[in-house]
């Protein structure tokens, strides 16, 4: 099993407020709680120089703050125009009350 990586306490995400992080050697990323569920993905937009976090999540989507194009937070996928390219995603692991993803 890989090593994992902290990036924030699962009491820190609340429903439709995700929280941006940036460990070490990743990209910044904003995590996210869906009916008890949490997820992480790039936190910058893939249309526009836009962090995620910023825009607001509305159930299991993530809207961007600038031009309201919005992505799926549990596949990454676009959601609305005019976002075409979705933004990656990484799995979760929960351990000891902290989110997790896998090690670079």
Excluded: R, W
């Excluded at 995620?52 to 799926?72: I, K, M, R």
């Excluded at 351990?95 to 997790?100: A, K």
Aim: hydrophobic share 35%; glycine share 8%.
């Amino acid at each position: 099993m890989s090593d994992l990586i902290t990036l924030c306490k699962t009491e820190d995400v609340k429903d439709e407020a995700p929280v941006s992080v940036t460990p070490d050697g990743f990209p910044a990323l904003a995590v996210y709680l869906f009916e008890d569920e949490y997820f992480v993905t790039d936190n910058l937009c893939t249309h526009g120089m836009a962090m995620l976090t910023d825009g607001y999540q509305d159930g299991d989507e993530v809207e961007c703050p600038f031009h309201g194009g919005a992505f799926s937070i549990k596949t990454g996928e676009p959601t609305s125009f005019p976002c075409q390219i979705a933004v990656k995603t990484y799995p979760v692991t929960l351990v000891d009350g902290n989110v997790c993803i896998p090690a670079a």
